[in-house]
């Protein structure tokens, strides 16, 4: 006969809910070395590419005692395009930007068939030239060092924050007038003289003087300006240097009409009322772009001048005066440098 458990023995054997241990209790305990992350997969933004996997940091690592899951960890994914970008040619600038991709790619091609391409000379250079270029190319870096090395002092004096607060009219009188004194005085003095030495002194002195408030910008953003037309004077030059002889000098009468329309246009804002805002933006580029083309221009037909010079001094027509041609040359330098930091420095006002 099976015994049956009465009612109270069994009420007594439940447990009722008061008695029961707390949810705490219940809940997993994880190893302290083991962290729980959200996964970015899930929040991935459709049309955005993502790279799920980056390399683990040392304080984020999971299970760093597996090697599989210490090297690589996931990673959050990459911002989607910005909404307003044109995806097709048909949206708004679709074609304008397809045009401008098109003449770049246009424009280097062109470029790289010329430099190519190019016509060169049959030989090589003959020696007389060769120095005569060097000897140019020499006084150039001297003229240069001289220039940046008297710019610095002044700045550090500052003579750069009083000459910003001078007179726009002062500075452009005086700084034209001691530039064209010292420039006339080195290039038509005898070879040699103490004199032409101390007007080449001045000329430099002079652009120093004027180009001393570019010390304000950033050490980086000269530097890489000074890179920027130490690359394009030295490949202009080169391509001058190699070139036949003469092929380059018939651009003398465009560049002279070129940097009149440029001399003009960076005098248009000391004129125009600030009220022509458009015509003082076309002035701006006329002669920021448009300058940095012709004096590009200007380095490529200075060395043909030089290589031209040295063969009538070589036939015994003129006197040799390698100084003289390096003014020419450090003039380009100075205005492409001037426009280099120009651009530069708008770009990193854009990114601002």
Not at 34 to 39: E, G, V
Not at 282 to 303: M, R
């Amino acid at each position: 006969m099976a015994l049956r458990p009465s009612i109270a023995a069994l009420s007594r054997s439940v447990r009722t809910p008061a008695s029961l241990p707390p949810l705490q209790a219940f809940k997993p305990r994880l190893p302290p070395s083991t962290i729980i992350r959200p996964n970015p997969l899930f929040n991935q933004t459709r049309g955005a590419r993502t790279n799920p996997f980056k390399p683990n940091s040392g304080s984020s690592q999971v299970n760093s005692s597996t090697p599989s899951q210490s090297s690589f960890s996931l990673s959050a994914p990459h911002e989607a395009p910005s909404g307003d970008a044109p995806r097709s040619f048909s949206a708004p600038g679709g074609w304008q930007r397809l045009l401008t991709s098109v003449g770049i790619i246009g424009g280097t091609a062109f470029a790289a068939n010329a430099f190519l391409n190019r016509e060169t000379r049959e030989g090589a250079m003959d020696p007389f030239s060769r120095n005569y270029l060097n000897s140019t190319f020499q006084y150039l870096a001297g003229g240069l060092a001289m220039t940046a090395g008297a710019a610095v002092a002044l700045h550090r004096v500052g003579f750069s924050s009083r000459l910003m607060a001078t007179n726009p009219w002062l500075v452009l009188g005086g700084g034209l007038a001691a530039s064209i004194g010292g420039m006339i005085g080195a290039q038509t003095l005898e070879p040699g003289s103490p004199a032409k030495y101390a007007c080449w002194a001045l000329f430099n002195a002079s652009q120093a003087a004027v180009l001393s408030p570019l010390l304000f910008f950033s050490p980086a953003l000269l530097a890489r300006a000074g890179l920027y037309t130490a690359g394009v004077v030295g490949s202009i030059c080169y391509v001058g240097a190699t070139a036949k002889d003469g092929q380059y000098l018939w651009m003398g009468g465009p560049l002279l009409a070129g940097v009149t329309v440029v001399a003009l246009s960076s005098l248009a804002p000391m004129v125009l009322p600030a009220t022509a805002f458009r015509t003082l933006v076309a002035t701006e580029a006329i002669s920021l772009y448009g300058g940095l083309a012709i004096f590009s221009g200007f380095v490529l037909y200075d060395t043909q001048k030089i290589l031209a010079r040295a063969r009538a001094v070589q036939a015994g027509a003129m006197r040799a005066d390698p100084l003289r041609e390096s003014i020419s040359l450090e003039l380009d330098v100075i205005n492409i440098f001037v426009r280099m930091v120009q651009i530069l420095a708008m770009q990193q006002n854009r990114k601002k």
